[in-house]
């Protein structure tokens, strides 16, 4: 038989917030490799009998380096497995699955990518924020705080009319505020960091950029989390999910 | 019985690629209000006995204001019902499910937003690009090429390191390409336009924003289109899909 890899997005985390797609393949595959803590509950939908593979990428803790993990994926994809390559959130966005992608399709092998609910959707869904509005943002840009590097380039992403969706760590809050104000971010921009976005274990911290930058570091409590910064996201604090 | 409303991403149109969560609320709501014609194969999977209440906005053609949407939910949310207000894509990006939102928190009425897979991703996944990666791209927009004015506004939206998903309509392409270079973007960049992406009709257009400024037009068919375009944009080009 052919193997095929499956690039599936788990979603945020939540079982529910899987879509009915990628359920179906979890039902079907031999072997599911995947790497965040944040998909156990996905996990328990898998067929039973399937072999999981963890591949690491806790947080800052990466088990395996991307190289060996695309050579597993192709090695499994030759023993004629159907594999899905379990990804939190999207596998296009900071997924890095656009390279997994592209290795498995320099070895030849079939790859069907599986989009999924991605943090930024869920942040704003669970926290009642707006990522786009008629009267306050007509562009929406996902940036991750992660770089190869360890630092934080926002250069040019602070724009008028536009919301931020950072993919953040707390680690890098401070610098991250600093290059906002120095791009032209006023510190009294309405600001909202979402840890655990779209779980039941969700938490959010309203304020402003400042106040953000001030009191997050204390507040988290270890889990992923998202900062969503834009004239758009102080309309969601006028509290509609505090009405339900 | 209190009334409630759920705010439900339907995903781009294919059935599967609903959530799990919004397939629940689907089986439960007593009745649907629904917009778009690319929710057709959602909205067979909601409950036989629940009425379904169509509110327009097949492209230019908006059968219902904002302001009488938004005057229906809460008539149905006062007479007790469970409301689905089911919107194509994600609630929160350009489906003015903030709006809805805050209209309903203004009139007391609990609401809850259920987020899904916004078309860019659809697309994404399906044509095999990746929209963020790490060696061609850190962040992604996603702007409206449709404005209250008609217009298209990109100021400031062209920066390196940066994919571009344009939500548009095909009439507003050749200004959109104006826009962009007059932004400062190569008429090179490496570009794509999916139309009905994600579902099984998907259709996808290669080249550059020049090309696809010159040949989109007639090619189209008449379905949704999204406008992919960055440096990422031409990794996906050496075709993974093609292998599968």
Redesign the interface.
């Known amino acids: 038989p052919r193997g095929?890899v499956h690039l599936v997005?788990a979603?945020?985390g939540?079982?529910?917030?899987?879509?009915?797609?990628a359920?179906?393949l979890l039902g079907e595959a031999d072997v599911i490799v995947h790497d965040r803590l944040g998909t156990e509950a996905v996990l328990e939908m898998a067929r039973r009998d399937a072999e999981r593979i963890f591949v690491g990428k806790a947080r800052a803790n990466h088990c395996m380096k991307q190289e060996d993990i695309n050579a597993l994926l192709i090695r499994l994809a030759h023993e004629g497995r159907r594999v899905v390559r379990l990804k939190g959130g999207?596998?296009?966005?900071?997924g890095?699955?656009?390279?997994e992608?592209?290795a498995?399709?320099a070895a030849?092998?079939?790859?069907?990518?599986?989009?999924?609910?991605?943090a930024a959707?869920?942040c704003?869904?669970?926290a009642?924020?707006?990522?786009?509005?008629?009267d306050a943002a007509?562009?929406?840009?996902?940036?991750?705080g992660h770089?190869?590097d360890g630092g934080v380039?926002v250069?040019?992403?602070v724009?008028?009319?536009?919301t931020l969706a950072i993919y953040m760590g707390i680690s890098t809050l401070a610098p991250l505020r600093d290059g906002l104000v120095a791009e032209g971010m006023a510190p009294t921009m309405p600001a909202a960091v979402i840890e655990r976005g779209?779980t039941p274990q969700q938490r959010v911290l309203r304020g402003t950029l400042d106040s953000i930058a001030r009191d997050a570091p204390g507040w988290v409590t270890g889990g992923p989390a998202l900062l969503l910064v834009g004239e758009?996201v102080g309309?969601?604090a006028?509290?509609?999910?505090?009405?339900?």
């Open positions: 095929m997005g979603g945020p939540a079982a529910d917030l899987l879509t009915l797609r359920l179906r999207d596998p296009l966005v900071f890095r699955g656009g390279e992608a592209e498995l399709a030849g092998i079939p790859c069907e990518v599986v989009p999924g609910v991605t959707l869920a704003a869904a669970g009642g924020i707006p990522l786009t509005h008629r007509r562009a929406v840009t996902f940036v991750t770089r190869r380039d250069r040019g992403l724009q008028p009319g536009q779209g758009a309309r969601g006028q509290g509609w999910l505090q009405a339900a």
